[in-house]
């Protein structure tokens, strides 16, 4: 598919904030629609915020949390070898796209904000996947956010919406069984 948006320049990045750890999970939050939402970030070692790197959103399933997202999918020992930060983010009662007045897909486009503020996140390579419910989140984002992911990776979840019109192609691959 077309690349999202540009890649960020060197020029833009800055040394990673000292409230990050290179090779260590750190627990943040931030405040989006009025709520306060947490999330896990995972760097990479060695990454010191001075280069773009990629971004991938981890979205846990039905009744999960962000914090059993990052063990069960064992994102973390891939982005350890292969550079990449890894966001494991919360939904509002375990659950993403079922709570009245959560926008999640606002609070995602506000998480990849913030952490591009905190880090220096190459803006072709941001994705998501999920498991189950967090896998409708990924298709739900391939649909109504295209130009900020490069490519989205539901596991567990079909697209479930009624109509999908992205704004450009989006890259899928999709595991179910």
């Not at 990924?138 to 992205?166: D, Q, T, W």
């Amino acid at each position: 598919g077309t690349a999202p948006s540009p890649t960020v320049s060197a020029a833009a990045c800055r040394p990673t904030t000292a409230t990050l750890s290179p090779g260590e999970t750190t627990r943040l939050s931030l405040v989006s629609g009025g709520i306060e939402r947490s999330y896990l970030l995972y760097v990479p070692p060695g990454y010191n915020g001075t280069a773009p790197i990629p971004l991938a959103l981890n979205l846990h399933g039905l009744g999960s949390s962000g914090a059993e997202q990052h063990l069960y999918s064992r994102l973390v020992p891939l982005a350890e070898r292969e550079r990449f930060l890894v966001a494991s983010p919360d939904g509002i009662n375990r659950a993403w796209l079922t709570n009245p007045g959560v926008n999640d897909i606002t609070f995602t486009r506000d998480l990849v904000a913030e952490i591009a503020r905190l880090t220096c996140v190459d803006e072709g390579r941001v994705y998501a996947t999920g498991m189950s419910n967090g896998g409708f989140m990924s298709h739900r984002l391939a649909c109504e956010r295209a130009k900020r992911y490069a490519a989205v990776a539901p596991v567990a979840a079909y697209n479930g919406m009624a109509e999908c019109n992205p704004e450009l192609p989006v890259s899928i691959i999709s595991f179910n069984g």
